[in-house]
């Protein structure tokens, strides 16, 4: 069995917020290599059935909450439920990500910096000097990267992902794949966790 994993996120979902903060441990533990993909959340959705918070029904709103609010409790993290900058665009944040992907940088770290500003920071991802600067506390080279933001070898591996996602029916965020078997949601890690200690 392999240790392979292809993962699909979205920056600003909160569920990847709070599935990322755990794969760092899983990877250390089962020395699991994690291939992050981020992707355009608005096609994925047009794409499969999914509706933008903004628009879905009062009542799933409602239960969206008593959702996050329940899972923040389980897992004791700092995290604001109702974020001051949600819904947000992700796309400058994918691609600092993917590109420090291509320059063989830690991704998924940086994926959890931009998702953290989200859920923790109050901070908008949509603004690059915001991005830039989180990404350089962190230990990036923050304008080096977001210096890509755009760049032709950068957006095409966005769409790419994209794309793949929707021929591989991904419809939720975070999505796994390991040894061709789809995991879908931070709730369903424990299965993927398993499944690479096995």
């Known amino acids: 069995m392999s240790k392979n994993v292809d993962y699909y996120v979205s920056l600003a979902s909160p569920y990847t917020y709070m599935g990322g903060r755990r794969l760092p441990e899983i990877i250390a533990e089962t020395g699991a290599e994690f291939s992050i993909k981020p992707v355009m959340g608005g096609q994925?959705?047009?794409?499969?059935?999914?509706?933008?918070?903004?628009?879905?029904?009062?009542?799933?709103?409602?239960?969206?909450?008593?959702?996050?609010?329940?899972?923040?409790?389980?897992?004791?993290?700092?995290?604001?439920?109702?974020?001051?900058?949600?819904?947000?665009d992700d796309a400058k944040a994918a691609h600092m990500v993917i590109a420090a992907q291509l320059d063989g940088q830690d991704a998924i770290a940086l994926s959890n910096v931009f998702l953290a500003c989200v859920w923790e920071k109050d901070q908008d991802i949509s603004d690059q000097a915001t991005l830039a600067a989180a990404a350089s506390q962190a230990g990036f080279d923050g304008d080096a990267l977001a210096a890509r933001i755009g760049a032709n070898d950068v957006a095409a591996v966005h769409q790419a992902n994209t794309d793949?996602?929707?021929?591989?029916?991904?419809?939720?965020?975070?999505?796994?794949?390991?040894?061709?078997?789809?995991?879908?949601?931070?709730?369903?890690?424990?299965?993927?966790?398993?499944?690479?200690?096995d």
């Not at 933008?52 to 329940?70: D, F, G, I, S």
């Not at 965020?173 to 200690?197: E, K, N, S, T």
């Open 44 to 88: 994925l959705m047009a794409a499969t059935g999914g509706l933008p918070v903004a628009k879905r029904h009062p009542a799933r709103l409602t239960y969206r909450m008593v959702e996050l609010e329940r899972w923040k409790r389980h897992w004791s993290i700092p995290m604001n439920t109702q974020p001051k900058y949600f819904p947000v």
């Open 164 to 197: 793949e996602a929707i021929e591989r029916e991904v419809f939720g965020m975070p999505w796994f794949f390991h040894d061709g078997v789809p995991y879908w949601g931070q709730d369903r890690i424990r299965f993927l966790a398993r499944a690479l200690a």
